[in-house]
């Protein structure tokens, strides 16, 4: 099932949706959902690293300590 939702978007943005559906023949509501679900993935992650990042609990290792354990 899907919802309808109306957005304004500036001029410049708009242009490029519509450029970008016709060049790839899919809608712009496709291109929408798509840009959506990964600014939603990359939210997510923001906010596990941001919880991780406050939590005085989870060890803190620093970029050398990284390097050596990459061996580079």
Known sequence: MSAAVS???????????EKI???????RSFHIQ?????YFDDFADVQIALDRLRDPTDPVVSSRKL????GL
Request: avoid cysteine; glycine fraction near 0%.
């Open 34 to 38: 798509k840009a959506l679900e990964t």
């Open 21 to 27: 559906a016709k060049e790839t023949e899919r809608s």
């Open 7 to 17: 957005v304004r978007l500036p001029e410049k943005i708009a242009r490029e949706l």
């Open 67 to 70: 390097r050596k354990s990459l």
